[in-house]
């Protein structure tokens, strides 16, 4: 099956005179009905492999598709952010909130359609983050996840809590790093958006050495610095007094933004190391949940930020409706511009 596989893989293709050496070495010591049986036998084998080729060929195709549609997918989602930001530079807080609604109504009708109709997700995936697993515990001891020395008393302290309080935490994250996003982007080109949002490359990293004792490679390292390097750049190269006085805080703020979103993937990656089957679609309805529910935590971070504009909050959060459903608010209209 080794050689066989082996042929398929390096070939793209597998035939039958594929399986002749292996036959031939068979033959001296095989008799007649002996090497007939070996022979049905390689030939059963070959089919096997190439069904495996096939969906080992379809599987690489769907990646590719894939990664276009995120590319294509997440242009579209920063252009539609973009325009819908400059509008609402002063409602932030309303779209923060707005956007994981329907981040859960959509990762729970997914999820939900995989458990009831493709059964891909398992009642055991459902409750995995509300109740204690002792794989906690068992992945600690094992170190399957290599954990670092610092970060040890963290996990002595919360290893007998339920997977949920990652989940939390995920909510958080995602909540804090989104609202600062929406409140810095009105104030910059959608291309420094787009640049400074690169920084959760970095972020990443860095939260995955300290927590998951990653160790990446010298073009890994490589690659990172080049990012880091070209949001230097960029942020100098469009240096002006107005960039100055304005534009470059909120620059570093949109960079800052990435930092809480990329503690919530290493989260996630913390999970999935506990769960290798885990649905993602559990993972990401649970995680919306809770970065709705952090909405309270966002309100004093809107007034600090000055986005309440020295109004009331209830005035605030009334002039946000209007705002949000496209009506002249302080003499201004907020119906979106196709063009920001």
Request: aromatic fraction near 14%; hydrophobic fraction near 50%.
């Amino acid at each position: 099956i080794a050689h066989t596989c082996g042929s398929m893989a390096s070939k793209r293709r597998v035939t039958f005179e594929d399986t002749l050496p292996l036959l031939a070495s068979d033959r001296s010591r095989l008799s007649d009905d002996g090497f007939n049986s070996a022979v049905d036998e390689q030939e059963e084998i070959v089919k096997y492999c190439c069904i495996s080729l096939r969906r080992r060929i379809w599987n690489e195709v769907i990646i590719i598709v894939l990664m276009l549609l995120v590319i294509a997918l997440g242009s579209a989602n920063a252009v539609a952010s973009q325009i819908m930001t400059v509008p609402m530079s002063n409602y932030s807080f309303f779209l923060s909130v707005f956007n994981p609604i329907l981040y859960v109504m959509l990762y729970y009708g997914i999820l939900l359609f995989r458990y009831f109709v493709t059964k891909s997700a398992t009642k055991e995936m459902l409750i995995y983050p509300w109740r204690p697993r002792p794989n906690w515990r068992q992945l600690y001891v094992d170190k399957e996840v290599s954990i670092p020395k610092w970060s040890q008393p963290l996990w002595r302290f919360g290893i007998w809590l339920p997977p949920l309080k990652f989940f939390i935490v995920m909510g958080l994250c995602d909540g804090l790093g989104n609202i600062l996003g929406l409140i810095a982007k009105p104030y910059i080109s959608g291309q420094m958006s787009s640049l400074m949002s690169q920084t959760i490359v970095i972020f990443s990293m860095i939260c995955a050495v300290l927590f998951l004792g990653t160790k990446y490679t010298f073009w890994q390292l490589f690659s990172a610095t080049v990012v880091a390097g070209g949001a230097i750049i960029c942020l100098f190269a469009n240096w002006s007094s107005s960039f100055a006085t304005q534009g470059f805080q909120y620059a570093l703020l949109m960079a800052i933004s990435t930092l809480p979103n990329a503690i919530s993937f290493t989260l996630k990656e913390m999970v999935f190391a506990d769960f290798k089957t885990l649905d993602v679609f559990v993972v990401n309805s649970t995680g919306s949940l809770f970065q709705l529910l952090t909405w309270p935590i966002m309100i004093p971070l809107t007034v600090l930020l000055g986005q309440t504009g020295g109004k009331p909050l209830v005035d605030y959060i009334r002039d946000g409706f209007m705002c949000f459903a496209g009506q002249v608010v302080d003499g201004k209209s907020c119906a979106p511009m196709p063009w920001p």
